[in-house]
């Protein structure tokens, strides 16, 4: 199956700067790659994917960038703010595959 | 419209106890997966089916059943609940592969 690696594992940032966040995958057969956000106490909700056709994808202050050469996609926020404080999961889901396989999430803090 | 819905939203149980977990989804969708949430360790993936009647094996099977007799409930069993399973559980839908996920509002299980 899928191994997908997550890091950091906490981030803090002042508000206003911008966070990064990093995952590989090993199976290079993966083709969707979403971002989910999870509140404290919530439950998981998607907020950017990219599919491996595209290299980048953006949505206002959030972007996916996508290295399928080098098995990694990232995601990247802009002029943080304190409600972009949550847990950040990257998932992957190979061409044909049933599932799809999350990090183990990045707990992100915007400071004020 | 509710979406994706759990039931129950918190449980304690003994050791040795059993209990089944619902997760019911009036959006259609085909594809429906039981997660569990640990500090650390992301999303796991338990059972997963992909349309009515058929089930298969995740990440973490041991120790849950599950069953889609519906298409829109999948439901998830600890026969003998153990103190590591004390957890929260997510279930998710979407309607193919590499689709948006949605999740329910997860349930928090406690195994004493």
């Known amino acids: 199956g899928e191994n997908v690696e997550q890091h950091p594992s906490t981030l803090s940032v002042q508000e206003g700067d911008s966070a990064v966040i990093k995952c590989t995958y090993s199976?290079?057969?993966?083709?969707?790659f979403p971002w989910y956000k999870q509140e404290l106490g919530k439950r998981p909700q998607l907020i950017i994917d990219i599919r491996s056709n595209v290299g980048e994808k953006k949505d206002q202050r959030i972007a996916v960038t996508l290295n399928k050469t080098a098995k990694h996609f990232s995601l990247h926020i802009t002029e943080t703010q304190p409600e972009d404080s949550a847990v950040y999961f990257c998932?992957?889901?190979?061409?044909?595959?049933?599932?799809?396989?999350f990090g183990t999430g990045t707990s992100l803090t915007v400071i004020p | 419209n509710a979406g994706v819905t759990q039931t129950p939203k918190f449980r304690v149980l003994k050791t040795g106890q059993s209990m089944t977990l619902l997760c019911a989804q009036d959006m259609n969708h085909e594809y429906m997966y039981w997660y569990r949430q640990d500090p650390g360790m992301g999303l796991r993936l338990i059972h997963y089916?992909?349309?009515?009647?058929?089930?298969a094996k995740g990440e973490v099977p041991d120790g849950y059943n599950v069953s889609r007799l519906k298409k829109q409930n999948f439901l998830l069993g600890l026969e003998s609940a153990a103190p590591s399973q004390t957890s929260v559980y997510f279930c998710?839908?979407?309607?193919?592969?590499?689709?948006?996920?949605?999740f329910g509002q997860g349930t928090r299980l406690t195994v004493v």
């Open positions: 199976d290079s057969a993966s083709n969707y």
């Open positions: 998710a839908t979407r309607q193919g592969q590499n689709t948006e996920a949605f």
């Open positions: 089916s992909v349309g009515e009647g058929t089930t």
């Open positions: 998932a992957a889901s190979l061409l044909w595959g049933n599932q799809f396989y």
